[in-house]
T-cell receptor, first 113, second 113 residues
Framework: AQSVTQLGSHVSVSEGALVLLRCNYSSSVPPYLFWYVQYPNQGLQLLLKYTTGATLVKGINGFEAEFKKSETSFHLTKPSAHMSDAAEYFCAVRSNSGYALNFGKGTSLLVTP | NAGVMQNPRHLVRRRGQEARLRCSPMKGHSHVYWYRQLPEEGLKFMVYLQKENIIDESGMPKERFSAEFPKEGPSILRIQQVVRGDSAAYFC???????????FGQGTRLTVV
């Protein structure tokens, strides 16, 4: 079984500051890992994913994440926050042979001027 | 290529009524997944369907909930005799065969009054 823990249900950063959203996973098999973003009253949009290969994954809107097997982590970062980054962010995991995504509870990112 | 289409976007039902939620997957996608998002929670897997087949319904409540994905037409999530606790956002996602990524619709927000 796979599960995800997102540390911090709310994160606040200043515009231009580094964004760091934490995600730790648990999986007994090689995981596929995902970050999704959800804007108010919208669906989920894929930011980036890790399946195999390079452990540093670059996504849309300047976001990236690094798969660290030794730390069972897949933290999401962005060097400089924009006001438009304010949204809910979800980390998700599934097995490489599975299909159902297991989501974390989400982290709400607030960007202040 | 249109994205995953869900309708209605908002649905209000009185207790005891039936709710029907529709999902048209992306073109070329034969796999459909339904997830439920409760307030302050991440998304929870409900059911995985392929055309005319339910592959995994382990996340579906045992009673009142059913899903189908007919040969023609959209996938339907049906909730009979709705109760207040069914109020949530219901998301549909689709993927192609052997795809690693699921694409989400904008969701149906069900309110039971």
């Amino acid at each position: 079984a796979q599960s995800v823990t997102q540390l911090g249900s709310h994160v606040s950063v200043s515009e231009g500051a580094l964004v760091l959203l934490r995600c730790n996973y648990s999986s007994s098999v090689p995981p596929y890992l995902f970050w999704y973003v959800q804007y108010p009253n919208q669906g989920l949009q894929l930011l980036l994913k890790y399946t195999t290969g390079a452990t540093l994954v670059k996504g849309i809107n300047g976001f990236e994440a690094e798969f660290k097997k030794s730390e069972t982590s897949f933290h999401l970062t962005k060097p400089s926050a924009h006001m438009s980054d304010a949204a809910e962010y979800f980390c998700a995991v599934r097995s490489n042979s599975g299909y159902a995504l297991n989501f974390g509870k989400g982290t709400s990112l607030l960007v202040t001027p | 290529n249109a994205g995953v289409m869900q309708n209605p976007r908002h649905l209000v039902r009185r207790r005891g009524q039936e709710a029907r939620l529709r999902c048209s997957p992306m073109k070329g996608h034969s796999h459909v997944y339904w997830y439920r998002q409760l307030p302050e929670e991440g998304l929870k897997f409900m059911v995985y369907l392929q055309k005319e087949n339910i592959i995994d319904e382990s996340g579906m409540p045992k009673e009142r909930f059913s899903a189908e994905f007919p040969k023609e037409g959209p996938s339907i999530l049906r909730i009979q005799q709705v109760v207040r606790g069914d109020s949530a956002a219901y998301f549909c996602a689709s993927s192609p065969p052997r795809g690693t990524e699921a694409f989400f619709g904008q969701g149906t927000r069900l309110t039971v009054v």
